[in-house]
C-alpha cells in the first residue's frame, strides 16, 4: 500500500505560481512512478505529468508552465506551476504507478490516488 498526502494548493491571480506537495508513505518510493492529474468541475481527470528515474512527461496543456520533481529522501513529489491560467483551476490529485506508460494514458493506469488539493486561479 501507498499513502498519499497532497498539499499546497489555494486561491491565486492569473500569471502567479504555486508549488503542489505530495508526501508519500508505505512501500518504497523509488519502486513508483509519481505524477499529477487534475480534475475540473463537469471535466474528466486529465494526466498533467507524471515521473520516475529516467523519464519525465507533461500533458501538452501545462508543457512550458508547469514542472514535476521528486525528493527521494522526504518521500515527496512536487509539482511546480507557474503562468497559471483560470483554465488551470481544478482539484490536483497526486499519483502513484508502478508503471509510468500506464500513467500517461490515464487514470485507469494509476494504482494509488491521493484526496486531492484545490487550486483556484482568479483571472
Known amino acids: 500500500q501507498v499513502q498519499l498526502v497532497e498539499s499546497g494548493g489555494g486561491l491565486v491571480q492569473a500569471g502567479g505560481s504555486l508549488r503542489l506537495s505530495c508526501a508519500a508513505s508505505?512501500?518504497?518510493?523509488?519502486?513508483?512512478?509519481m505524477g499529477w492529474f487534475r480534475q475540473a468541475p463537469g471535466k474528466e481527470r486529465e494526466f498533467v505529468a507524471a515521473?520516475?528515474?529516467?523519464?519525465?512527461y507533461y500533458g501538452d496543456s501545462v508543457k512550458g508552465r508547469f514542472t514535476i520533481s521528486r525528493d527521494s529522501a522526504k518521500n515527496t513529489v512536487y509539482l511546480q506551476m507557474n503562468s497559471l491560467k483560470p483554465e488551470d483551476t481544478a482539484n490536483y490529485y497526486c499519483?502513484?504507478?508502478?508503471?509510468?506508460?500506464?500513467?500517461?494514458?490515464?487514470?485507469?493506469?494509476?494504482?494509488?490516488w491521493g484526496k486531492g488539493t484545490l487550486v483556484t486561479v482568479s483571472s
Open positions: 499519483a502513484a504507478a508502478l508503471n509510468i506508460a500506464t500513467m500517461r494514458r490515464g487514470p485507469g493506469g494509476v494504482d494509488y
Open positions: 508505505g512501500r518504497t518510493f523509488s519502486t513508483y512512478a
Open positions: 515521473s520516475n528515474y529516467y523519464n519525465t
